[in-house]
């Protein structure tokens, strides 16, 4: 039913009309990792399949949106001096599959994208644990009961569903005072689920890039930039955010070309975002801060609070398209001012 309606808007031109109308607006979109594990997908929104991510980047040069880097977006938002429909591509995270299929897919179309890295996994290179948590119970063919898997603490026997089960194992595993410990006991998680985690280990499935992989990434052109070191906002304390950001440009800026004044761009970890953090971003240099909040960018637009369109594995080529043509956001205020006049 989607599909259709959103084809016969193009068919009839208002794709090309919202374009139009939005062409002073910012499009930034946001990407996560790509699915380097085995059979079926997993995560829809933070890993997208490589020949999927492949074609959306066929789908930008076919319909003709001009690329920018961010650094120079953000400028020219603010003057007012963007070419029409202008699209910034930002991935976030700086996951291992980005750097096996993601960068050589853009360097090869000459495309620019800046990469928002996360520090401590990427110098831990051990898997990124939450997310290898949500995966383990999410493909366990039988989930045993969770007072048997977790590792320590109180013990729930109350029965779980498996994101429940996922989250409640992710905080116990987090709890342990090492990297080590948390490993291990993750290790017994996965012995207990029959999962095989030295494939899982071994194939970096939920690995960060190395430090060598962020190298040659900069090397190839592409911009890295802020993502706090161990992706927490601490319920936005502002100590600990300039904290966080502190140690995560201190440790991208040991790379080469990479200095402390060029990160300058930050972005929300999971996209959580609130005004008492702004004047921190500020008086740290940061220049412009993006979330995951769905929208196109005015010029005026608040730099610490930029919109993007999150692209996802199980999105389709048109559903993006209406997002980057600016018919979805179009749509929505439409609706929003339908719904306000009959409130
Ligand atoms: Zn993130």
């Known amino acids: 039913m989607k599909q259709t309606i959103l084809k016969l808007a193009r068919l009839f031109g208002l794709f090309a009309l919202s374009r139009r109308l939005t062409r002073r607006q910012l499009r930034i979109l946001c990407y996560h990792g790509i699915w380097i594990g085995d059979a079926p997908h997993f995560g829809d929104c933070l ?3 490589a020949d999927t991510f492949a074609r959306r980047l066929d789908l930008l040069a076919r319909e003709g949106y001009p690329l920018l880097g961010l650094d120079e977006a953000v400028d020219r938002l603010a003057d007012g001096t963007l070419p029409d429909a202008a699209v910034v591509i930002t991935i976030d995270d700086a996951w291992y599959g980005i750097s096996r299929h993601m960068l050589p897919a853009l360097v090869e179309r000459r495309m620019p994208a800046t990469v928002y890295v996360t520090t401590y996994y990427s110098l831990a290179q051990r898997p990124v644990l939450n997310v290898l948590l949500n995966f383990l119970v999410a493909r366990a063919q039988a989930l045993p009961p969770v ?9 729930k026997t ?3 569903g498996r994101e429940a089960c996922a989250t409640e194992l992710a905080a116990r595993v987090d709890a342990l005072p090492t990297l080590d410990a948390r490993w291990e006991a993750v290790r017994r998680i996965a012995q207990k689920i029959g999962a095989d985690l030295d494939s899982i280990d071994g194939g970096r499935w939920f690995h960060l890039m190395s430090v060598d992989e962020l190298r040659a990434a900069r090397a190839a052109g592409i911009d890295l930039q802020l993502h706090t ?5 601490h319920e936005f304390d502002q100590e600990r955010v300039r904290g966080e950001i502190e140690r995560n440009r201190n440790e991208l800026a040991r790379l080469p070309e990479v200095t402390p004044a060029s990160l300058s761009h930050f972005c929300y970890p999971s996209g959580v975002h609130a005004p008492v953090v702004y004047p921190v971003l500020e008086e740290m240099g940061v220049r412009s801060a993006t ?8 010029r005026g637009e608040n730099p610490f609070a930029l919109k993007r369109i999150l692209d996802c594995q199980s999105m389709s080529d048109i559903e993006l398209e209406a997002r980057l043509s600016g018919f979805w956001s179009l749509l929505m205020e439409l609706r929003n001012r339908i719904g ?3 409130a």
């Open 47 to 49: 890993f997208m399949g």
């Open 147 to 155: 007072d048997e898997l977790l590792p320590a603490g109180d013990r």
């Open 291 to 298: 979330t995951t909040d769905f929208g196109l960018n005015r």
């Open 340 to 342: 306000l006049r009959s």
């Open 229 to 233: 070191h161990t992706h927490r906002m």
């Open 158 to 160: 109350a029965p779980m």
